[in-house]
């Protein structure tokens, strides 16, 4: 990851110098040898450099509007580009390239690697079966993230919580707290709660955060996991215009990682 960082953090500085250099004249079009040399240089300093230092974390559809910014660049620095044109480009691919970088900033290197064993399931879940399917889905998670199914791994994210939420829930002998909780779904009309099999992942969430078992920034983050386990619907995904990316997905698996710690270290 720090090489990551020093790569954008390195093409961000050469975007702002350059767009700094050339900028300064007043004529409407890069002609000089010298300039154009120079963003060549820029251009080919992302392409053949600093981008392969990112792209372990990275996909096309963050890569690839700056990799076509650089390429139209470089392409243009073949003949006279407008000036004006050139430094909006950079102004634009250095933007992207931080906006990159805070995203990275919160992902975690390891998040998805042969020592990302699961837990011990065995504390909330009894049940030798569900301690099998439990560790089935953490590991076909990791298959989803590592082969690039990016929504695939979140769909498999929220499975996995509903049921380590639902077997700590399972594991309370007084389940009056969790149905009398203000954050569990009840009944309209009635008033009266909601059976555990008509609750959603926000409804374990809320009242897990309720009951003390994982923190308030635990629940903030799993609701942005339980928004994107939704776009699993094609139409809402195309109305959204969304697109789950590997840097999201990584994070996302963070969030899911903690989660599940905190519901386990919750029991006694």
Known sequence: MPDMLKALDAAIDEAGKAVTMLGKKSNTQIGT???RAYLKAVCLSWLKTHRGDIIPCCDDSELGPIDRAYQTLLEASEGRPSRKHTCDELKSAKKRLVTLRSKLIL???NAVNQHDKPPAFSKIAPDPGMQEILVRRWDETLLCMSAGANLAATVMMGGLLEAILLARVNLETNKKPIFTAAAAPKDKT????????EWALRDYIDVAHELGWITKS???????LRDWRN????????SHKIKLSKSDGLILWGVAKSIVSQVIASFP
């Open 231 to 238: 776009y699993i619907h094609p139409h809402k995904e195309h």
């Open 190 to 197: 009635t008033g009266n709660p909601h059976a555990l099999k």
């Open 33 to 35: 040898t010298e300039e």
């Open 107 to 109: 992902v975690d290197p």
């Open 218 to 224: 635990a629940k903030d983050v799993g609701e942005v």
